[in-house]
């Protein structure tokens, strides 16, 4: 039972337009919502996160944008660079045996821009 | 500026081997991870320690054992391993609970690649 979907395994675009990765939940307790970015032979990197009582976050080129309704978050990626091109993984923030908050994980979308 | 190490990066094992895989963060961080990566599985949390002197199971904890050695130091132990457990595994530690209103990130390791043949 996947609560956090990642549709698109791969996703190839030209540098300097705009990168746009989907990522769908099920669970409606889900209070945060992270991205995280991993180059090959290394640990996934914090990115971005969006509060569930948020619609938008944006850092830089990177913005997130959460539609609770529809249970659909995405990572817009603007001017998309060569750089930008690793798996990104999207991860959902609940409450976790009452202690601890856990983080659960899509599998991820493997970014391309060319050049 | 080492964040959080993981040894070893690399390790072969015979089924039925055991071994331990260690993890250390410089960053005072109260809670840590492990998760493994499997292809089309993205990660999935094998054990935690959300503060020094304690562990709990995640999703995926049959086959390991943890210890949370200090507040420093998280391994993860494979007792007799298994050809399903070929996998990478990731250490992440965070200030906090992962993923709170306190927006505390995980932050990982580089990972150890794992081959049970």
């Known amino acids: 039972d996947q609560q956090v979907k990642q549709n698109s395994p791969s996703l190839s675009v030209q540098e300097g337009r705009i990168s746009i990765l989907n990522c769908d939940y099920t669970?409606?307790?889900?209070?945060?919502f992270l991205w995280y970015k991993k180059y090959p032979a290394e640990g996934p990197t914090f990115l971005i996160s969006?509060?569930?009582?948020?619609d938008k976050n944006e850092d830089g080129r990177f913005t997130v944008f959460l539609n609770k309704s529809a249970k659909h978050l995405s990572l817009h990626i603007v001017p998309s660079q060569p750089g930008d091109s690793a798996v990104y993984f999207c991860?959902?923030?609940?409450?976790?045996?009452?202690?601890?908050?856990?983080?659960?994980f899509g599998t991820g979308t493997l970014l391309a821009v060319q050049p | 500026n080492a964040g959080v190490t993981q040894t070893p990066k690399f390790q072969v094992l015979k089924t039925g081997q055991s071994m331990t895989l260690q993890c250390a963060q410089d960053?005072?961080?109260?809670?840590m991870y492990w998760y493994r990566q499997d292809p089309g599985m993205g990660l999935r949390l094998i054990y935690y320690?959300?503060?020094?002197?304690?562990?709990d199971k995640g999703e995926v904890p049959n086959g390991y054992n943890v210890s949370r050695l200090n507040k420093r130091e998280f391994s993860l132990r494979l007792e007799s391993a298994a050809p399903s457990q070929t996998s990478v595994y990731f250490c992440?530690?965070?200030?906090f609970g992962a993923g709170t209103s306190y927006n505390s990130p995980l932050h990982f390791g580089n990972g150890t690649r794992l081959t049970v043949t």
């Open positions: 669970n409606s307790m889900f209070d945060y």
């Open positions: 320690s959300a503060s020094e002197g304690t562990t």
């Open positions: 960053m005072n961080h109260n809670s």
């Open positions: 991860a959902a923030s609940v409450r976790y045996g009452g202690a601890t908050n856990k983080l659960i």
């Open positions: 992440a530690s965070s200030e």
């Open positions: 969006i509060s569930s009582i948020k």
